[in-house]
């Protein structure tokens, strides 16, 4: 019995980026695009009913002006949640770089990591919410429902990888 060599492209990934391939391989591509066109078809309303939520949270509401919200974090939001669950698979370098940064901005400013997590749980839960609507298979929805919440918690780990790290240069 011969071991399995590792590809070539599994050699140059990072621990992040070979988990999250690891995620991405798991799906399968009619259930990411079932995701992704739940996504797509609600990302504004999830985003906006994200924000009227956050913006209650005593953690988060110093952080999100109406102003700031409208004029930045809205469409960021929609952006990351769209690229996050797209149809085709993201770059993984991409995905990996992205998140980092957006813990590095939440540490900078100060967001309390704790808002973070709440925001992600929210989003989640509307997620999952939305595909119990859109998935009539039960079959499909157990695993695009694993696919979700793998995605937004390995997003929301490497985010807080990003924002513990800036933390630490402080120290």
Not at 102 to 115: E, F, K, S, T, W
């Amino acid at each position: 019995m011969t071991a399995a060599v590792p590809s070539e492209a599994s050699l140059v990934l990072s621990a992040d980026e070979a988990e999250w391939q690891r995620i991405i391989d798991a799906i399968e591509p009619s259930v990411r695009e079932a995701v992704a066109l739940v996504v797509k078809d609600h990302a504004a309303d999830s985003v906006e009913l994200f924000y009227t939520t956050l913006r209650q949270h005593p953690d988060a509401a110093p952080f999100l002006s109406n102003e700031l919200v409208d004029t930045r974090l809205h469409a960021a939001l929609i952006t990351w949640l769209t690229s996050l669950f797209s149809v085709a698979a993201p770059d993984l370098i991409a995905l990996v770089t992205t998140q980092k940064r957006i813990g590095l901005v939440h540490a900078r400013i100060r967001v309390p990591i704790q808002a973070v997590m709440h925001g992600a749980r929210l989003l989640k839960g509307e997620l999952r919410h939305l595909l119990f609507d859109r998935i009539p298979s039960k079959e499909d929805l157990s695993k695009a429902i694993d696919y979700v919440e793998n995605m937004m918690d390995m997003a929301s780990e490497t985010m807080s990888r990003g924002f513990v790290g800036d933390l630490e240069k402080e120290i």
